[in-house]
């Protein structure tokens, strides 16, 4: 959305260039959510307070605009992204102490809110390891002296 307000008072062009992006239809979801309705933009609803809404929902997570505009990780706030880190700690730190984790078992997955999934890796992974003693050599003798006992 264009921060920028030419003129000033309005804010015409920047909500006409996220209309025109795409996201028109999620501005007017929003709208509709709060009793406005965007045929109402110039007339009952002066295009300033239109713009000033539409850069609030954007910043606001699960608003249909910073859906549309930041993608569906948008959906999530920070207090709901950290509880989720929390769980996924809390669940492998019980793991942990298990029998299970004595036995060598698999840790548990890890829980990702819709939208916040690591992207699987695409692709192959071409080469192959490098020798210990070349890394080494590679990275200096700092590096020797802090890990040289791995070789």
Known sequence: MAGNLRGKPGGITAVLDLIEDGHGEALEADLLTHGMRLDQAGGSLPWRAVFVFARRMLDTPGTALAVSVHGPGARWTVQEQLLTALNNRATWLAWSKSKDAEKGGKPPKPVYLPGLEPE????????????????LEMLGPEAKALYGDLI
């Open 120 to 135: 699987e890796e695409k692709g192959k992974h071409y080469g192959s390891a490098a020798p210990m003693a070349d890394v």
